[in-house]
């Protein structure tokens, strides 16, 4: 009974045939380690809370610490700082201090294999997957939710990937 139940309750099981591969990143044209492999999820979190505590510093301009405004305003400056730096350099100030990027994956494996070998220009992000993106992980839930390799649904969603530079 155990195990027809666990059959269900555990959600479909995606191995090799299903998508994924022998490591995370591989079907996505990713190497296993170094730079250009996809991140873990204690990088991404450091990188999001370098972000979040400068965000709360720049709304010190604007509000005063006893604001009752202070939540909201770190919020809009976290949600533009994220937009115009990914947009600009592919990166957030704290994903840059941990050595993490944001990459476009959603040219096919050997585009992504190209670009992490330096062959060809890494392709930009652009304003349009940088909103849509940071729309996304303000209401958290999809940050949270991740798929078999890693991805967070709001980069599943916009074809981009999290992935170390360094």
């Known amino acids: 009974m155990g195990r027809a139940t666990g059959s269900w309750l555990s959600g479909p099981q995606i191995g090799p045939e299903g ?12 190497p296993e380690t170094g730079a250009g492999s996809l991140a ?36 809009g400056v976290w949600f ?43 392709a930009a992000v652009g304003i349009v997957r940088a909103l849509a993106r940071q729309v996304l992980i303000v209401f958290l839930v999809p940050a949270l939710i991740n798929d078999y390799n890693g991805r967070a649904l709001h980069d599943r969603a916009t074809g981009t990937a999290l992935v170390r530079s360094r």
């Open 80 to 122: 533009v700082l994220g937009v115009v730096a990914v947009s600009l350099f592919g990166f957030t100030p704290g994903q840059f201090a941990v050595g993490l990027r944001v990459a476009r994956v959603d040219h096919g494996p050997a585009r992504t294999e190209a670009e992490v070998s330096g062959e060809v220009q890494i």
């Open 40 to 75: 873990g999820g204690w990088l991404r979190v450091l990188g999001l809370m370098v972000d979040w505590l400068l965000a709360g510093g720049v709304s010190l301009l604007f509000v005063s610490f006893s604001s009752p405004n202070i939540g909201t305003t770190v919020l």
């Open 19 to 30: 998508g994924g591969g022998a490591y995370r990143g591989e079907d996505l044209g990713l």
